[in-house]
Nanobody, 120 residues
Framework: QVQMVESGGGSVQTGGSLRLSCVVS?????MGWFRHTPGKERKGVAT???????TYEDSVKGRFTISKDNAKNTLVLQMTSLKPEDTDVYFC?????????????????WGRGTQVTVSS
């Protein structure tokens, strides 16, 4: 069983930065960050594969960076140039498969989420 605990959310003004961290206890090859507000569709933000290959949702390209610190078993999402539309609850997710076998939101393990609020 893999457990995941997010931290680093908070409130910032437009143009600010936040760093989200997710400690992953266990082995996982494909990891990612998603966002979700109750009543709205869950959206993918970024993924990182076992070999370091990354993908990003179009609206965050050039502003967000996903990375992993294998020594600390930590998944990181560095968020810069934040906009009010980035406001949401952000979740980390992990799966024991490599990313090409993980369709959409079918990640096996999920964190509880951390709130990100960007004010104008």
């Amino acid at each position: 069983q893999v457990q995941m605990v997010e931290s680093g959310g908070g409130s910032v003004q437009t143009g600010g930065s936040l760093r989200l961290s997710c400690v992953v206890s266990g082995d996982a090859f494909c990891m990612g960050w998603f966002r979700h507000t109750p009543g709205k569709e869950r959206k993918g933000v970024a993924t990182i594969d076992r070999d370091g290959t990354t993908t990003y949702e179009d609206s965050v390209k050039g502003r967000f960076t996903i990375s992993k610190d294998n020594a600390k078993n930590t998944l990181v999402l560095q968020m810069t140039s934040l906009k009010p539309e980035d406001t949401d609850v952000y979740f980390c997710a992990a799966d024991p498969r490599v990313c090409r076998y993980v369709e959409g939101y079918s990640f096996r393990y999920w964190g509880r989420g951390t709130q990100v609020t960007v004010s104008s």
